[in-house]
């Protein structure tokens, strides 16, 4: 992906191209734009907000608005293959289907407070990682929107940012009090196989916890400091 969608003001975005290094459309009369999403085919572009109506979608080749979703403070994440997108609420995960908009699923947050939450999603778009009560890492399989594993930090320092590396085998969450915590997944997913709780088991209430202190079913994370 060579392209970045920014905000430039309370009213204004743009996107830009890395490669070439210039602004390639700037989007007007926007509603304080903060966490942007572009759709993987580049056609659209979704707008997170806080303090503004809520998530909105832009044309990228017209730079009109399309839909408001008027769903209050959220950030913004399309998956890899473009058949969903996230608005990612001060109370909810809001999953939507690209092809009509409609609300697919929806996940409290449990945060208690008005802040946009974060997401990030596998590059197969096979899981979805959410934040529960701002500091605990919860993964959903995209298929069932089963809840399949918690991921327990040993302090409670809020996330700031959590993203999976290419191969789906890690996931790397920042916090605020400066830490990065990395989870093996692949690891967990093997420990969890005994148990018939890993990821490819066709139990219909598969779930397990993981902290990063133990006592636990596996043990797969560290942090670096």
Known sequence: ??????????????????????????????????????????SLVAMGTFHGWGLALWD????????DFRDGNTSAYFSPNG????????????????????????IPTDSGTDLPNLAAFTSDSRLLAVVKQLN??????????????????????????????????????ATRGDAVHLWDLAKLNERLVPLGLDWNSTAPDRMAAFSTAGKSPGVGGWNAQ
């Open 136 to 173: 605990r890492v919860e993964l959903f399989d995209t298929a069932t929107w089963n809840q399949i594993a918690v991921l327990l930090a040993p302090d409670a320092q809020l996330v700031n940012w959590m993203t999976f590396n290419p191969g789906n085998q890690s996931l790397a969450v």
């Open 83 to 106: 058949r969903f997108l996230v608005s990612a609420g001060s109370s909810a995960y809001r999953v939507h289907e690209t092809t009509d908009w409609s609300l697919l699923h929806q």
């Open 60 to 67: 990228t080749r017209t730079g009109k608005q399309l839909k």
């Open 1 to 42: 992906r060579t392209q970045l969608a920014i905000p430039l003001s309370q009213q204004q975005f743009g996107i830009y191209d890395l490669e070439q290094r210039r602004e390639l459309i700037r989007f007007t009369n926007a509603v304080v734009p903060k966490l942007l999403s572009i759709s993987p085919d580049k």
